[in-house]
Structures are given as C-alpha cells and as structure tokens.
C-alpha cells in the first residue's frame, strides 16, 4: 500500500483508526492527537494539504524546539514518532515497530507508553540522568514480557512481574541497584494503574514483597 499522496487529514484519520483496531490506549491515541492537530494548523497556514513527511517533520521539530536529530530528550522521541507512523502508514499501510539504540526493540504500544512516562517524570524535574536510568530499567522489562508474549501492555498479569523480579534477582546485581530496578518498576506500575492502562494495582506486588 502506498498512500504518500492522501491528504493529511485522511491519513490522520486512518492511522488513528489503526491505532485504535491495534489496542493503543485512548491516552495514547490522544497524545498522538494532540500533536497531529498542530501540525494540521502549520499545514493550513502554509497552504498545505498533502502529507509530506519532510516538511511535517520540519513542523515538529519548530513546535517543539527540537534543533537536531541527534542526542535527542525523551520526550522529544515521541513527537518525532507522531510523524514517523504517518510516514510509516503512508507509505506501508501499517506502523513498524519502533527502533531503538543499541539493536534494542520494543513494540511501538510499549513505546509510547514509556515516553509518556519518561516524559512525566522529566516534567517533574528529574534529571536527564535519572530518566536515561529509568530507560533503561524499563526497557528491558518490557522487552522480556514482550519475549514471554505480552504484546499489549493492557494484557500485563501479576506473574509475569514476579517472574521479572525473579530473573533479575538470578543476574547477580548488587542489593542497591536490584532495588532502585525494583522502584523504578513500582512507579512505571503505579504510573500504569493510574493513567488506566491497567485496571489492577500490580505496584502493590512490589510494595509488599520486595520493600
């Protein structure tokens, strides 16, 4: 499937059709929203109904003060990656998954769910040192429920997460830094809960067992 030469608000419309039959989150789908709608005010300034993926990138990264593509914030990823999926659609009918640093692969649901997470926690003010640890921390538990078949974040059960803890805890890491692995997985569960991409508390799993 091509589509580079649907118009913008068409392509809008369909992805955010596939966001919704694929189980992204209304939470999600809105973030997405919420930067599709300015880049279709830019569009509509300039004249500009057909969706180009150079010129809604250059958009993006005015609206969101984004000088260079590399050494990017987290937050930044995500509103790049509101245009990516355009493109993606675009030109393949479909969204990719999402690559990271590293040969690192995690599906673009768990994706957006971790930047906004990250993004939280950088609005809270802290530092982009804390957030890179928080990354990583989470990446690599989505990516091994993702390996045990946990493709849709609103599918997590407590026993994976046991089963998480218990494959950390055989790595050898030192009591400290199996702790702050522990609070960072208690705050993304608790943040989960409360955003309701999960309708049960899983954070009292670690709360009650492993503080």
């Not at 830019?42 to 050494?71: D, T, V």
């Not at 640890?133 to 993702?146: C, R």
């Not at 045990?148 to 494959?167: D, M």
Request: net charge positive.
């Amino acid at each position: 499937m091509n589509m580079t030469t649907i118009s913008l608000k068409q392509l809008i419309s369909s992805v955010e059709s596939h966001l919704s039959a694929s189980g992204y989150s209304k939470n999600t789908i809105n973030r997405y929203r919420s930067c599709w709608r300015k880049i279709l005010k830019r569009c509509s300034i300039y004249g500009i109904e057909e969706f180009s993926y150079k010129k809604c990138l250059s958009f993006i990264q005015e609206e969101y003060n984004i000088p260079s593509l590399e050494n990017l914030k987290h937050h930044h990823v995500f509103y790049l990656r509101t245009i990516k999926v355009l493109n993606e659609y675009a030109l393949y009918g479909k969204i990719l998954k999402c690559h990271q640093k590293l040969g690192v692969q995690v599906v673009s649901e768990f994706a957006d769910i971790l930047s906004e997470f990250l993004n939280t926690g950088l609005e809270s003010g802290l530092t982009k040192r804390t957030i890179e640890g928080k990354s990583i921390q989470l990446t690599s538990f989505l990516n091994y429920i993702e390996k045990i078949g946990i493709r849709k974040i609103s599918l997590l059960e407590p026993e994976p997460i046991l089963s998480y803890v218990k494959y950390i805890s055989e790595k050898g890491y030192s009591t400290s830094t199996r702790s702050g692995i522990l609070f960072t997985l208690r705050n993304f569960l608790s943040f989960l809960y409360e955003k309701k991409y999960i309708t049960t508390p899983m954070q009292r799993i670690i709360s009650c067992y492993f503080f």
